[in-house]
């Protein structure tokens, strides 16, 4: 069955500008979770989502955003964008009931300058 | 909150046993991961353990799991250069799945 899918695979925003990235979970799965990638603080969680809820959020500011959408898709928003901003972000989805781990998509290289 | 901890570098030669420790903060982890990843690209589960198991194998991989000194450690035996990779352990807090702790990453170098 189809993987995880994350588009776009590359961007390339200016500082100030908003940006959204889209994520389409294995079918079947009802959770999404959003990750943040960087050299310097590694993985860190986001947020995520189960049938259209956030029940989860990470330590990161309000310019980050999510929401899911009734067939399970997702998209993350981040506005006003910060040279820090630049990193991978990961999307990951699960059945969202068991917990036998989560699949990862290939992710969303955002650079910012 | 949870905290993931990894030596960040490991070189072998191919042929031989790898092993990539981890140890973690929070007791409570009721589940616990190994992730693999490849440049360029994302996480590819490798393997888990719950946190009533002492141990599992799944063909060349073995984890093992310390809940006294909360130390987890992933063996790969007869490790493949197409092994080299980072490796990250994950746990997931309290009872809940609704987000992974990641450890910094093993950087993992297989040589001919």
């Known amino acids: 069955k189809a993987g995880v899918t994350q588009t776009p695979r590359y961007l390339i925003k200016t500082r100030g500008q908003q940006v959204t990235l889209s994520c389409s979970p294995i079918?079947?799965?009802?959770?999404v979770s959003w990750y943040q990638q960087t050299p310097g603080q590694g993985l860190q969680f986001l947020f995520e989502?189960?049938?259209?809820?956030?029940?989860n959020k990470g330590n990161f500011p309000g310019r980050f955003s999510g929401r899911q959408f009734s067939n399970s898709r997702s998209e993350m928003n981040v506005s006003t964008l910060e040279l820090g901003d630049s990193a991978l972000y990961l999307c990951a989805s699960s059945p969202g009931t068991v917990n036998y781990g989560y699949t990862f998509g290939s992710g969303t290289r955002l650079t910012v300058v | 909150g949870e905290d993931v901890e990894q030596s960040l570098f490991l070189s072998v030669r191919e042929g031989d046993s790898s092993v990539i420790n981890c140890t973690y903060t929070d007791s409570s982890s009721t589940y616990l991961y190994w992730y693999k990843q490849e440049p360029g690209a994302g996480l590819q589960l490798l393997t888990y353990?719950?946190?009533?198991?002492d141990m599992k194998q799944d063909q060349r991989l073995t984890v093992l799991l310390n809940k006294k000194d909360k130390h987890l450690s992933l063996r790969i035996a007869d490790t493949q250069t197409g092994d080299s990779a980072i490796y990250f352990c994950?746990?997931?807090?309290?009872?809940?799945?609704?987000?992974?702790?990641f450890g910094t990453g093993t950087r993992l170098l297989v040589s001919p």
């Open positions: 079918s079947g799965h009802r959770s």
């Open positions: 989502y189960f049938s259209e809820t956030q029940r």
């Open positions: 353990i719950f946190s009533n198991m």
């Open positions: 994950a746990g997931a807090p309290n009872t809940g799945f609704q987000k992974l702790v």
